[in-house]
């Protein structure tokens, strides 16, 4: 049996008019902003009418650690609303913006897959409504003010070598992440070394993502931090006097997206910051917003659930006051497989004990998401390879734990392969047995936030760091960032720092390279590896074959 | 008596929605791509579907030397569109898109004034449709191919000293003009010295903007020349395999922007290019569309007719296929006083004398626009201060050198302001006197192009320039550019190269310091002194007062 492929799928999408979409949750047409006839921004004014409305239930998807066989989290966020729909509810979901350049780089995009997708694919994974091109530009008028400032005189006294607001673009371009600016003599400025960091990974656009409205977007501009003096005191946004123009660049993109389903459900696309030295989650105005107009809002967070979860939790539903009401936990018996030591290409054969071998992965997960407070129930997002023998192996394991795993099959069919998953979401949603609790107080100090973090999820022995890493934490809490919470940047591949180590590894240590302040979308980054920021083109970049075809449609973007 | 500001006027425009102004001009509401309520891009296939048609009447828009008085170019172009329609003729307006980077330096923006203005204002002057951001990213892909073909073994054997295709941002930051890219080690690449420039100087921009498809864009794209080999011999975007997906991302930005007046009359505002190194028009798609659409279409070209009008004719109208069927050359009494020598702050008294000395310059672009076979107007766009001796002056003037001169208060008046100039227009469209010839034949020389619009236009002795600028010259004619016109890149102030010779001044000659070859935008572009390709800030950037007021509109853009 031959299948379609996801963009095949998605060509042939039967899409409402958006305005039709925006209808069914109770929009105006006047206050959807259209973008095409598929896509449109819902207003300001609407967005603050619905602040005495009472919120719908919170539904996160979350994932067992990532493999090269795929999970299908996203997919599973769009056919569980598509599910909760089709059950009668009235369901939102809240995805993530796709960035532009990887695009460019490995054959990417898409949003979901199979009968699981959010549409215009090509739209949202190009430039979309332009909130990316909008975060970039916000970015680089702070860089240029920043150099500007030095340039007139430098009134503030700015350390030059201090200056850590570097620029950004949203492209996988290698030769900008190191560079030396303001070459070529006196008209030009004191040259200095920086770089570009792609847009995704900007402070904007995780601020973006946490801000309540437009007033609280430019008072956490303004708290950035771009550089330092001599005697290390801060520079912030605000002395600069960006924030406010910032602030007017980023009006629209504030604004979240709406767009719809295979089959014509609500989504809201918005916000994409990055999973490392961000939280990887949308946008906050989007989830509440979603909340405030559905009985059901499901969302997700990036990577697996020992990052993507926890940033949810600690993170994003800490500092914007949102609960969970269950958790959605995504595996496949492939997946299983490959924790168990199967290698990719020999996934195809039945092996049982291997899947087995796999899941306490799972398991470690599964009582991760429960440390929380909030109700879990396993998806296995099935493949057509997987037999029953594997799956059955998936349920007991779950079982074992206490918990539930269901197979789902939204991929091959929608939503109707996705309704016992749906009943089960409500279940446990009006159960009411979640009590949400994130894993450390704010008024703990941010090392031993970190090693709780790091004890409670990751499982691991310890925390190793350098007297700098401990000095500048406490120069922090002395300077009044001490309530922050801290935002992991570690591989996703491992509950460790070693992304070999799968499966539910003991024994390890988690060292702290680094730490950076992020003061205007409130975290402290605790950086425990390689991590990059601006990604390269392969060799053969995907770029060298996308192109329109005769019939104006995208080809080679999927 | 005290007047409103532009923004003031331009906020309380009673727009129609953008629906209804695409209706006037018979596009259907599925052909029309919403942007929001106000803004529309239209279809590739409605555009295409008038072929057919026969087109409507072609008025450009010129202007004398630009002065710091002002001379209200866009605002007659604006004026003269509503006038037309007044007087019951189907017109629409080409105007180009206003760059986002210089409104956070000095203030700017507005597109047109008093109540002569094409709305929404903000939006043109932020993101608008984000036609800018997709020729920033397909500049900006290219580059990044380019450096990573080199980083990946380099099998063009591209020269790395000899990359001229840089990178771009729609920003004025001064420290980007010059840089080092590629440092930090071995996984970053092989270092070399670059830099940026603004979008609007990109040849992407200029493409764009002379492409008549989107097959046209993709060939265009592919021709740029974007290195060489050690040997000197070209590498082209085609040979990094960019084209196609530099296509895909400016397969929304190809399509014309509409939008209205105040007196919700249509306007086409698309494309930008500098008007320096590039021809300074908008899109020839919106002036074609235009054409096909309306009985006349006013549309205007950059900097004085010296500059803008010359490219319209020689490079846009050349190359597109148009004819303009009339020009209206816009002065000002304020500015044929400072052609006269009266300095700005003594603008305020009368003074004839000072008029009738500064003439000149307007005789000597009267003379000009004729040479090019089509019938012109002069406007005399009027300002309160102006005394009736001092207008009359100017229309003396005028009528001594064959033409007429028909004062206009559209700025203070709208269409009913402008009616007299409305029926001149219409008289000599209509007259059938245009009869369009361009400066010189596809077939001279580069070097004698450059020769014959230093003397036609400039009325220079000559034009001095030394070996390696003829050498070059004749190697892109032995390479099969030699058909190309060129494109002059000189001071907008001064028929001579500088900038203080006011009026029309003799006895000079015009030195080519240096030519570049843009094969993709189809000219050779002589460069005749400095040429800013990245502004910088100024000591107080306008960005630190721009800012949302309580209302949530945008203070201090304008």
């Known amino acids: 049996m031959a299948y379609k492929t996801d963009i095949e799928i998605a060509r042939e999408a039967k899409k409402r008019p958006i305005m039709e979409i925006g209808a069914k949750l109770g929009i105006p047409s006047e206050h959807l902003l259209p973008y095409g006839h598929d896509k449109a921004k819902v207003s300001q004014p609407f967005i603050a009418s619905l602040a005495d409305r009472k919120n719908g239930k919170l539904v996160l998807v979350t994932a067992i650690n990532p493999t090269p066989a795929g999970e299908g989290k996203t997919t599973t966020t769009v056919g569980l609303g598509d599910g909760l729909n089709r059950i009668g509810k009235n369901a939102v979901i809240c995805i993530r913006e796709a960035s532009l350049g990887p695009n460019f780089g490995m054959k990417g995009g898409a949003a979901g897959g199979g009968y699981a997708q959010v549409v215009p694919m090509e739209e949202m994974n190009l430039h979309f409504t332009g909130d990316f091109h909008a975060i970039t530009s916000a970015h680089n008028l702070l860089s240029a003010m920043i150099d ?28 900008l992440r190191d560079v030396v600016v303001n070459l070529g003599g006196v008209a030009n400025g004191f040259p200095r070394q920086t770089g570009f960091d792609i847009t995704v990974a900007s402070e904007v656009m995780a601020i973006l993502c946490l801000s309540n409205d437009l007033e609280d977007l430019q008072k956490r501009l303004g708290d950035i931090v771009v550089a330092y003096r001599r005697d290390k005191s801060p520079i912030y946004c605000r002395d600069i006097k960006a924030d406010g123009a910032m602030t007017v660049l980023l009006k629209d993109a504030m604004q979240p997206n709406l767009v719809q389903t295979l089959e014509n459900n609500p989504a809201f696309v918005h916000g994409g910051p990055f999973a490392n030295i961000a939280h990887g989650c949308n946008s906050v105005i989007a989830t509440k917003t979603a909340l405030k107009l559905a009985d059901y809002v499901v969302t997700e967070a990036g990577f697996g659930a020992d990052l993507g979860a926890e940033k949810f939790m600690n993170i994003k539903c800490r500092k914007a ?124 100090p941010l090392m031993k936030k970190i ?45 460790s720092t070693d992304p070999n180590l799968r499966g539910a590894p003991t024994g390890f240590s988690v060292p702290v390279r680094e730490v950076r302040l992020s003061a205007g979308a409130g975290f402290i980054v605790a950086i425990c590896g390689e991590i990059m920021t601006m990604p390269g083109l392969p060799r053969m970049p995907s770029a060298e074959v996308i192109r329109l075809n005769a019939d104006g449609d995208v080809e080679g973007l999927f």
Chains 1, 2 share one sequence.
Request: hydrophobic content about 45%; proline content about 3%; glycine content about 8%.
């Open 148 to 175: 500007n400032h030095i340039y007139w005189g430098n009134e503030l006294d700015i350390d030059a070598r201090r200056v850590v607001w570097r620029r950004v673009m949203d492209m996988n371009d290698r030769a």
């Open 321 to 444: 006051g949102l609960a969970p009401d269950a958790v959605v936990l995504v595996a496949t018996v492939r997946a299983m497989k490959m924790n168990g030591g199967v290698a990719k290409a020999d996934l195809g054969a039945e092996n049982v004990e291997a899947v087995q071998k796999g899941c306490p992965n799972l398991g470690r997960h599964i009582g991760n998401v429960k440390s929380f407070g909030v109700p879990v129930v396993v998806a296995i997002n099935h493949f057509v390879t997987d037999t029953d023998a594997e799956v059955q192996a998936v349920k007991d394991y779950v079982a074992s734990q206490g918990s539930e795993a269901i197979l789902c099959k939204h991929w091959a069919h929608g939503s109707a392969g996705v309704e016992e998953l749906s009943h089960k979401v409500v279940e446990l949603a009006e159960s009411g047995a979640a009590n949400f609790t994130p894993s450390y107080p704010d008024d703990m």
């Open 451 to 495: 090693e709780t973090i790091a004890a409670k999820i990751y499982h691991a022995d310890g925390v190793i760091a350098d007297n700098a890493v401990h000095a500048q934490l406490q120069a922090w809490e002395e300077a009044g960032y001490g309530h922050l919470p801290v935002c992991m940047a570690k591989t996703q591949y491992s509950f």
